[in-house]
Structures are given as C-alpha cells and as structure tokens.
C-alpha cells in the first residue's frame, strides 16, 4: 500500500502508541482523585500540557483539551460569539474553511449573527485589503485557517493577527494542518485562539487542543465538572492527550528535516505530473505552501473514477470531486479559487508523509499516467476534444 491522504489522517507513530500505552491498563486513574495513581495520571497530563504550550509560544494554562478539531473550532466560534454578543454580532471568516467552521457559521446565521465569508484569489489566498474593508464596528471574531486541508495553502496568519490586534477583534486560526508542519507561536502572530488535532500529526484520533490567550471572555463548551479549568468538563482522556503530547513534542523536534525532505518529494512528483501529463495543473500556490500537499486538476477526469483504480493499485489519495464530499457540488475550496465544476471534479489531492520514498512518487506518477489515459480513452467530451483540436 502506499498511503499519500495525510490530510486526511495519519499513522499514530509507534513511539506516541507506546507513550500512551501505560495509560490504559496500569496508570489508569482519574486526574482528578487524591490518591497516587489519579496524581500519575494528573502528571502526565499537566506534562503534555507544557509539551504543547512550548511547541506555540504559550502559557500551559492557556491550552484546553478537547476530542479534536471539530469540537475546537465549534467551542471558538459558538462561545465566543455568545460571549462578545454585547459588542456585537458580526463575524469574518473565509469561503474555503473546514466544514467544523463553515457548518458552525452556517448555525450561528440561524442565531441572528452576521458573517462575512471572505473570497480567495487564485492561488487561495485572502486578500488583506479585503479583511481590512470587512472589518465593521460590530465586528467582534476573525476566523481564517491557518493553512487549507484541500490545495495546502498557508494563509498570512501573522498580518491577519495584527490587522485584529489594531482594531481590538478576536482573531482564531483553524491551526489543524499546519500545527506540526510549520512554525507557529500565538505571541508573534497575535493568535488569540487556536484549534488543533492529534490524527493529522501522527498522534491518536479523537483528541485534539485548543490554545485561548489569557484573558479572552469566552465560555465553557462542556458543562459539568471542574476539568479543564471548569471550561471543558469531563473526565480527561488521558492516553489520548499523552499521546497528542508525544505526537507534538515529536513534531516539533523533527519539522524542519521532515518539512525538507518533504517538500522536495513533493516538487519532484508536482514536476514530473506537470511534464508528463497532458491538460493538468497544479491547484494552490507553489511557494506559500504546506510541504506535503500536492493538489492537481486533470481535464475530462472523474475524480472518483481515479480514486477507485488508484485503490485497485494500492494508492490512497483524495479528491474534491462531489461524491466524496458526500455531496452533489465539489469542493468549495476548488471553486473559491475559480474553478469550473468540471475542473474540480476533476481534482486528485495527493498529501505525503515522512515516510514517503521516492520509488513510491515514482510508482504512483506511472500509475496515474496509465489511469489517466484509461479514462481519457473512455471518455467522449475527450474524444471531441481532440477532434476540435485537428
Ligand atoms: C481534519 C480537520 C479538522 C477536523 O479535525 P478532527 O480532529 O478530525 O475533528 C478541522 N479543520 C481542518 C483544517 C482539518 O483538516
């Protein structure tokens, strides 16, 4: 098999599984009780803690676990939405954010407030200027993702911040992708609330983090007990956040040589699809971008049909085609930076890993190179094509 849908998910690293193992069968107290085996499992706890406040820039008391992305990025947006509503009502985020934010945006319109979805340019970038003219007195929440899940483009986190830090707005990044691939520290750029997850950097699913900068109003997602500074109640998932601890401190201490080797596979595969397949292209910027991700449309290509026979050779990869959107439109990443419906049906997202070789880049271009003509050849639209051609 060769896995390139890190996007998607990743392999928990066998040292994180093994850091996390004790958690389970011998160190299982709750953190919460008095006697010694609650205080093991409270230690290694506050321990990951520090891990992950170091690895941003941060304080340990500013970072709240939680079971993932999702629940971060809605714990943000709903409780401080709620929380500043007596500022005001509007909130500024993008049009090619995860579905954690779009769909809590989309309920937060049904509770009366306001959203400016701010478009993309072609390389799916947000336009500074744009932000700046959005910006309203009752503005009171910037949202924009760190870096996109779909076409890997890295967003001017740093300039968003200080826009919002001038006019006094909360500003959150979705930190999901780019948290563990590339520097990030919440002081420099003026980051007030960060979301993050432990699958999508090789530590254990349904765990993940948010990072809330001293002295923001924002309220409890989960009610009941006194966990989490009584800002997110229930018991700790204690293996989880041990591993997400490991998963991070791992990160951070191998990024720049995995984010080196990274991207030079990555230019090499972009390189060798580009010149030896016909009417494709690269989709998202070729310098502000993640190192792993490579993102392609190929003209009269159905994404799922290319899916399907990448499998049959033992390839894993992506696409924002709507069937596996589990919806009836494309990505809304690939039509925010212009695309047509059938440019992104289209669309092969191909993310890499560490462990990702060079005989393998090699396989899956030869691979792609046949299935691509093996549609084209079934295609008519393609067949017309040619014949307009001559
Ligand atoms: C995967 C992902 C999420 C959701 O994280 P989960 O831990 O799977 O809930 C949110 N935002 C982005 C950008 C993602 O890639």
């Known amino acids: 098999m060769i896995y390139l849908d890190n996007a998607a998910t990743t392999r928990t690293a066998p040292e994180v599984v093994e850091a996390m193992l004790p958690y389970f069968s011998e160190q299982y107290g709750n953190p919460s009780s008095i006697y010694g085996l609650?205080?093991?499992?409270?230690?290694?706890?506050?321990?990951?803690?520090?891990?992950?406040?170091?690895?941003?820039?941060?304080?340990?008391?500013?970072?709240?676990?939680?079971?993932?992305?999702?629940?971060?990025?809605?714990?943000?947006?709903?409780?401080?939405a709620e929380a500043y509503a007596g500022k005001g009502k509007h909130i500024i985020t993008t049009g090619i954010e995860h579905h954690a934010i779009?769909?809590?945006?989309?309920?937060?319109?049904k509770?009366?407030?306001?959203?400016?979805?701010?478009g993309v340019d072609k390389e799916g970038l947000v336009d500074l200027e744009e932000l700046e003219k959005a910006i309203r007195p009752d503005t009171i929440l910037i949202s924009v993702m760190f870096a996109n899940n779909e076409i890997g483009t890295i967003e001017p986190i740093g300039k968003i911040g200080e826009i919002a830090k001038a006019r006094g707005i909360l500003f959150h990044t979705d930190a999901v992708q780019a948290f563990g691939q590339v520097p990030v520290n919440v002081d420099e750029?003026?980051?007030?609330?960060?979301?993050?997850?432990?699958?999508?950097?090789?530590g254990p699913k349904g765990v993940g983090f948010l990072y809330i900068r001293t002295g923001v109003k924002i309220r409890s997602f989960v009610h009941g007990g006194a966990q989490e500074r009584s800002r997110r109640a229930g018991t700790e998932n204690?293996?989880?956040?041990?591993?997400?601890?490991?998963?991070?401190?791992?990160?951070?201490?191998?990024?720049?040589?995995?984010?080196?080797?990274?991207?030079?596979?990555?230019?090499?595969?972009?390189?060798?699809?580009?010149?030896?397949?016909?009417?494709?292209?690269?989709?998202?910027?070729?310098i502000r971008r993640l190192p792993n991700n490579a993102n392609f449309s190929f003209l009269y290509i159905e994404g799922e049909s290319m899916?399907?026979?990448?499998?049959?050779?033992?390839?894993?990869?992506?696409?924002?085609?709507?069937?596996?959107?589990?919806s009836l439109d494309p990505s809304h990443v690939l039509l925010a930076i212009g695309l047509k419906h059938e440019?992104?049906?289209?669309?092969?997202?191909?993310?890499l890993s560490e462990e990702t070789t060079k005989e393998e880049i090699d396989t899956v271009v030869e691979e792609l190179k046949a299935i691509v003509q093996r549609l084209r050849d079934m295609s008519p639209l393609y067949a017309d094509f040619l014949k307009a051609g001559k």
Not at 102 to 109: D, V
Not at 111 to 118: A, F, P, R, S, V
Not at 260 to 269: F, H, P, Q, T, V
Not at 307 to 326: E, N, P, Y
Request: proline share 2%; glycine share 10%.
């Open 38 to 80: 609650g205080a093991q499992s409270k230690k290694a706890v506050t321990a990951a803690r520090e891990k992950i406040a170091a690895a941003l820039g941060a304080k340990p008391e500013e970072i709240y676990f939680t079971a993932g992305g999702s629940e971060s990025d809605n714990w943000a947006l709903k409780t401080a």
């Open 102 to 109: 779009l769909h809590t945006c989309e309920y937060l319109e």
């Open 111 to 118: 509770k009366g407030y306001e959203i400016t979805y701010l």
């Open 189 to 202: 750029m003026h980051i007030d609330m960060l979301s993050a997850s432990g699958h999508k950097l090789n």
């Open 238 to 286: 204690v293996p989880g956040i041990v591993g997400l601890g490991a998963a991070v401190e791992r990160a951070v201490s191998t990024m720049e040589e995995r984010a080196g080797k990274e991207s030079a596979l990555r230019d090499y595969l972009i390189g060798r699809v580009e010149k030896e397949i016909p009417y494709c292209w690269l989709n998202g910027s070729r």
């Open 307 to 326: 899916l399907i026979m990448l499998d049959m050779k033992g390839i894993c990869a992506s696409s924002g085609s709507a069937c596996t959107s589990g």
């Open 343 to 351: 440019e992104a049906h289209g669309s092969l997202r191909l993310t």
